[in-house]
């Protein structure tokens, strides 16, 4: 699986828009790039997944260049209940073996 | 609930003690999966069941460290002679089949003294 690498955290305030970036410089052509989402006592949740371009959900965007070596996952205008860690992680959808990084811990403040 | 349930949600445990740890997947769900969260971490990869069979164990630390599935739905992870590097969440996933998406339960946090 593609090593990714991301911030380890970052601070926001409600209803402001929240970007994180996760590189993966080794990506393989056929992978894909997902996102988690962890609350504390919880498991993570699946959020957004795609392979190039945008795609959004009722929850996020995630924007991919064309040489897919980084994406972007986009939170539009945040509440404290988004405050979380958020995964990347890269692999084929084939992949059952999930690699989670230490994940970018995501704080929003009133 | 059509989520994925794990118990106890909390296990305290003397050091050298045997443990279970149960999960219930979501049904109809034949992929489950096992991983391990220490402080400050993502989870790690333990185990990978597909149906009944235990298709990739390859991240069990070391052989205290079993996991069964007999019927193909819920599943028991065993740890024997607990150390007090065991103490972490265990969450427990499922999936529909080979996905990515995978849905996890909230764990069982298992401490060791």
């Known amino acids: 699986l593609a090593k990714t690498t991301q911030p380890i955290s970052m601070d926001s305030y409600e209803g402001q828009e929240v970007n994180i970036t996760c590189s993966h410089n080794?990506?393989?052509?056929?992978?894909?790039i997902t996102w988690y989402q962890q609350f504390p006592s919880q498991g993570p949740r699946f959020i957004i997944q795609?392979?190039?371009t945008k795609v959004t959900n009722e929850v996020a965007s995630l924007f991919i260049p064309a040489d897919r070596k980084s994406s972007t996952l986009s939170l539009p205008r945040v509440s404290l209940s988004d405050t979380a860690v958020y995964y990347c992680?890269?692999?084929?959808?084939?992949?059952?073996?999930?690699?989670f990084g230490a994940g970018t811990t995501v704080t929003v403040r009133a | 609930g059509a989520g994925v349930s794990q118990t106890p949600s909390n296990k305290v445990t003397e050091k050298g003690k045997y443990v279970e740890l149960r999960c219930d997947p979501i049904?109809?769900?034949?992929?489950l999966y096992w991983y391990r969260q220490s402080l400050g971490q993502g989870p790690e990869f333990l185990i990978y069941?597909?149906?009944?069979?235990?298709?990739?164990d390859s991240g069990l630390p070391n052989d205290r460290f079993f996991a069964v599935r007999p019927e193909g739905s819920v599943s028991t992870l065993k740890i024997q002679r607990t150390e007090r590097g065991d103490s972490a969440v265990y969450l427990c996933?499922?999936?529909?089949?080979?996905?990515?998406?995978?849905?996890f339960g909230q764990g069982t946090r298992l401490t060791v003294v």
């Open positions: 996933a499922s999936s529909p089949g080979h996905r990515t998406e995978a849905f």
């Open positions: 080794n990506i393989a052509t056929n992978d894909y």
């Open positions: 795609g392979y190039k």
């Open positions: 992680l890269v692999g084929s959808p084939n992949d059952y073996k999930l690699s």
């Open positions: 049904s109809g769900h034949t992929a």
């Open positions: 069941f597909q149906g009944t069979g235990a298709a990739d």
